[in-house]
Each structure stands twice: as structure tokens, then as C-alpha cells.
């Protein structure tokens, strides 16, 4: 079992619609989650940044992370086309430099118009 | 500012040949990481290096791969005597965990192609 479990994908929605990601992990050590967003042939771009459980909004994302179930949400709110990508969530279970990250496979998005 | 670079973005080599990856990270990060991410695969850590500190190189799948980073700045990935599974995209990220800026920022990668 890998460390950090994400569904593949594809996951294909109209535009406008709210797109829900998640990732389910198994190292309860795990303290800072992070969202990345991959446009195809780019490097990972970081779209969010939490620590330990709760909620985070910035815009149209909200992340949210239940360490109890060790589960954690990305949430986009009216999705656009341009929200096409793969998305990755990331975890580090270091206190003062988060060291390597573990990674999710990604989940490849469509927001169709 | 400047983000990571990461050279070439691509490199195709014949199996047996050795290749170097190179890196530079965001000006003033201290933390610089290597990934490797294969073909509808997540990110692989490879290695991590902390300002002077030993790299972390648990993440090396072999002794064919190894790092170094000259100077605190530029990092270079070799791999010896490539193999046709080595072919992925190589990724180099950096952080600023001395100014408390612990998020990692990845370059373009290389995409690399062992024939």
C-alpha cells in the first residue's frame, strides 16, 4: 500500500460546476498538506498549503484536511476550463523543513465549456 | 523574480550512456529537492539537500544515480549508465525553510528518453 492513495482520474465536469479532489493517506506523522495543480509538460504548481486539520480557503479553492480519517480535500468552486490539469496532493511529516514531500499519483481534470 | 530552471528539457540518450540534469534553484533557497515523476506515476523523491547539511538521499533507486550541489546554488543530477526504466521526467524543486518558507517550487523538469 502506497502511502499516499489518489484516484487517477480522469474526472470530466461542465464548466461552472464545483469539483471535488481527494487523497487518503496511511502515516499518521503526516502534518503539512499541500495541494499542487500540473498543467500538462509543466512542472507542479503549489495551490495550497495547510497545516495539521481544519479548513483553508483562497478563492475559488478551499483545501480541507481531517487528520482523524486521514483524509484530505481540495475544492474548487465554479470551475473553469483554464482549471484543467492534473492535480497532485503532497505531505511531509518534518516539523522544521518538511524534508521530502510523498505525493499522490494525481488526479487528471476536465472542465469542459 | 526567477523561478527554478532545470537544463536541458530534454534529452534523449542511448542506453549505457551517463547524462547530467542540471538545476538552479529560486535565488536565497537553501533547501533544493530532486522528483521523478514517471509516465501517469506521482512524484518519486529522489534526494534533498538542507543548506551544509548531509543530503538525504534515501530516495536514490540506485547506485547508477547520485547528486551534488556546488556552492549552496546549482545542483546536478547524474545518472550513470542509463537504463530504458530510468526514462521520466526529472524534477528539482526548491524552499526557503531558513525564512520559514517550508512550500517547494518546482522548475519545468527534464523529460528524459533512454533508447
Known amino acids: 500500500q502506497k502511502e499516499v492513495e489518489q484516484d487517477p482520474g480522469p474526472l470530466s465536469v461542465p464548466e461552472g460546476a464545483i469539483v471535488s479532489l481527494n487523497c487518503t493517506y496511511s502515516n499518521s506523522a503526516f502534518q503539512y498538506f499541500m495541494w499542487y495543480r500540473q498543467y500538462s509538460r509543466k512542472g507542479p504548481e503549489l495551490l495550497m498549503y495547510?497545516?495539521?486539520?481544519g479548513n483553508k480557503e483562497d478563492g475559488r479553492f478551499t483545501a480541507q484536511v481531517d487528520k482523524s480519517s486521514k483524509y484530505i480535500s481540495l475544492f474548487i468552486r465554479d470551475s473553469q476550463p483554464s482549471d484543467s490539469a492534473t492535480y497532485l496532493c503532497a505531505m511531509s511529516d518534518r516539523g522544521s523543513t518538511l524534508g521530502r514531500l510523498y505525493f499522490g499519483r494525481g488526479t487528471q481534470l476536465t472542465v469542459w465549456p | 523574480g526567477a523561478g527554478v530552471s532545470q537544463s536541458p528539457s530534454n534529452k534523449v540518450t542511448e542506453k549505457g550512456k551517463d547524462v547530467e540534469l542540471r538545476c538552479d534553484p529560486i535565488?536565497?533557497?537553501?533547501?533544493l529537492y530532486w522528483y521523478r515523476q514517471s509516465l501517469g506515476q506521482g512524484l518519486e523523491f529522489l534526494i534533498y539537500?538542507?543548506?551544509?547539511?548531509?543530503?538525504?538521499k534515501s530516495g536514490l533507486p540506485s547506485d547508477r544515480f547520485s547528486a551534488e550541489r556546488t556552492g549552496g546554488s546549482v545542483s546536478t543530477l547524474t545518472i550513470q549508465r542509463t537504463q530504458q526504466e530510468d526514462s521520466a521526467v526529472y524534477l528539482c524543486?526548491?524552499?526557503?525553510?531558513?525564512?520559514?518558507?517550508?512550500?517547494?517550487?518546482f522548475g519545468p523538469g527534464t523529460r528524459l528518453t533512454v533508447t
Open positions: 539537500f538542507q543548506g551544509n547539511s548531509a543530503p538525504d
Open positions: 524543486a526548491s524552499s526557503a525553510p531558513g525564512q520559514g518558507k517550508y512550500e517547494q517550487y
Open positions: 495547510t497545516y495539521s486539520s
Open positions: 535565488s536565497g533557497h537553501t533547501a
